[in-house]
């Protein structure tokens, strides 16, 4: 039971992170929330499988609603570091690890880690 309490910690911190992410950019609307929701509801079967990707979940979370709103309305989030130039998304970076951030794979930028896009000066 204790470890199903932590995996349901671990889902609420990256729900949170990629929530306060999404605000920062002025996209937290209810359809796009419901993107975030569905990413959990998949992430959390997908650690009960494999119990060892819970440290992962920050970033799975980031790309699986990134994906999805490149889907349903584009780029998320445009790189803060390329202003003028050709607009792109900012990587999770790793991909699958421990620590993710956000990525400006123009520059090799490191932007800001997930959940602190919003406290960028
Ligand atoms: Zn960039």
Request: hydrophobic share 35%; glycine share 0%; net charge negative.
């Given at each position: 039971?204790?470890?199903m309490d932590q995996l349901e910690q671990a889902l609420h911190a990256g729900r949170a992170r990629v929530l306060a992410d999404l605000e920062s950019n002025e996209v937290?609307?209810?359809?796009?929330v419901s993107l975030?929701?569905?990413?959990?509801?998949h992430r959390r079967w997908w650690v009960e499988q494999w119990p060892e990707g819970v440290a992962f979940l920050d970033g799975l979370i980031a790309q699986d609603v990134q994906d999805g709103l490149l889907e349903r309305y584009g780029r998320w989030p445009l790189c803060p570091v390329c202003v003028g130039s050709?607009?792109?998304a900012l990587d999770i970076e790793p991909e699958l690890g421990q620590d993710?951030?956000?990525?400006?794979?123009?520059?090799?930028?490191?932007?800001?880690?997930v959940g602190a896009l919003g406290r960028l000066p």
């Open positions: 039971m204790e470890d937290a609307h209810a359809d796009v975030v929701e569905e990413s959990v509801s050709e607009p792109h993710p951030h956000w990525v400006c794979a123009k520059t090799t930028t490191s932007v800001a880690p």
